[in-house]
């Protein structure tokens, strides 16, 4: 497994001089040591996670996104979905697996699921910012994050401001 941090200081819990000065620089924070040594312990026990890179953990509302390498979705979620669960009891948190360096769509899409995006429009707002206009198909009963979770990890992740909107049934 690929992490920002030395396997040695997963392992033992002693942070050498290297990756101190990254949690030190605010580069590394607590809860992606956390995860890091999580996913470095799974390892053995799901083989998959020996491919896979970790680049940061975020947690919002008791959600934790975890951010990987594009194309190691698939490691993560095999196994009938173990990971995550064990996961999610060891941090007691609800986890969220994004990848790196994909579009805002397939991020929004693996944020979002089970719940699919009708549309993404881009918004021009008068003081020169821009907002990504999200409209959901379904109701919001069936989102499995909250408005405000959704917003603050789209913001701490790709940095943009979003707005949901819900699809209107047509009678």
């Given at each position: 497994m690929k992490t920002p941090l030395c396997d040695f200081c997963l392992k033992s819990g002693v942070l050498c001089p290297k990756c101190q000065e990254k949690t030190r620089s605010g580069e590394i924070t607590d809860t992606d040591i956390e995860v890091a040594g999580l996913l470095i312990a799974l390892q053995d026990k799901y083989p998959s996670l020996q491919t896979v890179s970790f680049h940061k953990a975020y947690?919002?509302?008791g959600v934790l996104a975890i951010l990987v390498g594009a194309g190691d979705l698939p490691h993560?979620?095999?196994y009938g979905g173990k990971i995550l669960r064990e996961l999610g009891q060891k941090t007691g948190k609800t986890?969220?697996?994004l990848e790196k360096g994909v579009g805002i769509r397939k991020f929004l899409e693996d944020l979002l699921a089970p719940v699919s995006?009708?549309?993404l429009n881009t918004i021009w707002v008068p003081d020169g910012t821009t907002?990504?206009?999200v409209i959901i198909s379904g109701r919001p009963k069936r989102l499995t994050v909250s408005m405000n979770t959704l917003k603050e990890l789209v913001k701490k992740v790709q940095g943009r401001t979003i707005r949901v909107e819900f699809e209107k049934k047509r009678r």
């Open positions: 947690d919002a509302n993560l979620l095999g986890i969220r697996i995006i009708t549309s907002e990504t206009r």
